[in-house]
């Protein structure tokens, strides 16, 4: 196999990260390369935006305004299901929803029709370039169910996201402090060739 390939395969989520920041260069390296994934919009300029939390006081008012926006949240029958858990993480003090990660990255667009497989393409590019370089990431998936939270509006807001956008997905990123588990077997029947 050539590195690329076995990057790919050697890259797992990561949810323990080491407290040490990351350099804003190398940072710098790993969102360039996410700006390098394919795009669904035809040539026309990419309307997705790339917002970078690195700093981790900061990282920990996106996690203090995450609890917040869950408590706020009133459960009725019309809850998203997968609300359900967080809101009671949220109740018991605190939670980490960004896995205590020293970066965390939102990646954010418009509602045009291939917003959120644009969003897909850039995670996975920014994922095994980390990889690549010896950081860990893992997809946080739960601000794609609070975009419409007013607390999270705000974050938005003072962190320059525009108000048109909503989170498609973000990234928990840091140099891992646990093992890199191995992959599991892929199941079988994941691809055929047809010939
Ligand atoms: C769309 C999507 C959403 C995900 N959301 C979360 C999440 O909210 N929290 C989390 O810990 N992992 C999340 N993950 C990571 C998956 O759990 C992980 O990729 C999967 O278990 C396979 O493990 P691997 O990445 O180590 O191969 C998400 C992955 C994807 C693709």
Known sequence: ????????????????????????????VVLE??????????????????TAVNNKAKVEWVNGITNKA????KVDDSTNSRLLKPI????????????????FVFITNDM??????DCSCVIENIMLAAA???LGTCWINIFSRLN?????????NELDIPAEHKAFGCIALGYPDMEIPAPC???EGLWKIVV
């Open 185 to 187: 077997p892929r199941a």
């Open 112 to 117: 045009y029709e291939n917003a959120m497989a």
């Open 132 to 134: 690549s370089v010896g």
């Open 148 to 156: 419409n939270c007013p607390e999270i509006r705000q974050m938005f």
């Open 1 to 28: 196999m050539n590195e690329a390939i076995n990057n790919i395969i050697a890259r797992r989520s990561i949810r323990k990260f080491k407290a040490e920041q990351v350099s804003n260069d190398l940072l710098k």
């Open 88 to 103: 009671e993480r949220a109740k018991q003090g605190n939670a980490q929803f960004l896995l205590n990660a020293p970066v």
């Open 70 to 73: 869950l408590l706020n949240i």
């Open 33 to 50: 390369a996410g700006t390098y994934a394919p795009l669904g919009s035809f040539g026309e300029k990419a309307s997705y935006k790339i």
